[in-house]
Nanobody
Framework: QVQLVESGGDLVQPGGSLRLSCAHP????????IAWFRQAPGKEREGVAC????????LYADSVKGRFTISRDSAKNMVYLQMNSLKPEDTAVYYC??????????????????WGQGTQVTVSS
């Protein structure tokens, strides 16, 4: 059973930064596509960023390009989401998702079989 654990969510002021982490203790992410999604109250789930652990390719939502960076630490089996220049509209629960069937990044959440419990990010002054 693949269980993902997110951490790093917090309350931050607009313009601030946060780094989210996604881990699966005792499990390697090699061969998996890992993605971050978010869902704000009353809104649909949105794909934020994705990284393929096969070829390292990445994909970002237009709303976060230039501000967010997804990365991985293969030695630690961790995937990170560095979020800079945060805006109030970035407020949401952020989820880590993984799948080893799809070959490349996708923002279609239905393609991912494994999900974490989510971590709250609130951007407010």
């Amino acid at each position: 059973q693949v269980q993902l654990v997110e951490s790093g969510g917090d309350l931050v002021q607009p313009g601030g930064s946060l780094r989210l982490s996604c881990a699966h203790p005792g499990f390697t992410f090699y061969g998996y596509v890992i993605a971050w999604f978010r869902q704000a109250p009353g809104k649909e789930r949105e794909g934020v960023a994705c990284i393929s652990n096969t070829d390292g390719s990445t994909l970002y939502a237009d709303s976060v390009k230039g501000r967010f960076t997804i990365s991985r630490d293969s030695a630690k089996n961790m995937v990170y989401l560095q979020m800079n220049s945060l805006k109030p509209e970035d407020t949401a629960v952020y989820y880590c998702a993984a799948d080893n069937v799809i070959a490349y990044c996708s923002d279609d959440g239905t393609l991912y079989d494994y999900w974490g419990q989510g971590t709250q990010v609130t951007v407010s002054s």
